[in-house]
């Protein structure tokens, strides 16, 4: 798919941590347990770290106890796009986000208790995070 924002290899790692750069473009997993916004309360938004598209919102993330950010919808469907993904011999779906591509982690059909039942799980290397008030 044709993304808006794009940038060579080099740029992106010059705009990216190295951690990043291995999520964000070479569709790694950070380790569970270890993101800045595992944990995080505050009330705002949750940008792309590659190219700041609006992703979600706190109050659709709960605490999923799998240790990485999780929510129940992105902000809005056409923020995000959902890929199959074959990878490791398992069938899950990926979360990219549509502005650049950036590989943000795979969205679970698990999660009864949202209203929604799905999860997103999301890595916090591929996100920023823009406190409102």
Not at 5 to 17: G, M, P, R
Not at 43 to 54: D, F, K, L, W
Not at 102 to 108: D, Q, S, T, W
């Amino acid at each position: 798919m044709p993304y808006k924002f794009k940038k060579t290899d080099e740029e992106w790692k010059a705009i990216l941590s190295d951690e990043a750069y291995r999520v964000l473009r070479e569709k790694g997993t950070e380790r569970a347990f270890t993101g800045e916004y595992t944990d995080n309360k505050k009330i705002g938004i949750y940008r792309c770290a590659g190219c700041q598209h609006e992703l979600f919102r706190s109050e659709h993330k709960f605490d999923s106890g799998c240790g990485w950010p999780s929510f129940f919808t992105p902000l809005a469907e056409e923020n995000v796009e959902l890929v199959e993904d074959l990878s490791h011999g398992m069938y899950r779906i990926e979360v990219v986000c549509k502005n650049c591509g950036g590989h943000l982690g795979h969205v679970f059909k698990d999660s009864p208790q949202t209203p929604t039942g799905l999860r997103y799980c999301i890595n916090s290397v591929s996100l920023t995070f823009e406190e409102e008030g």
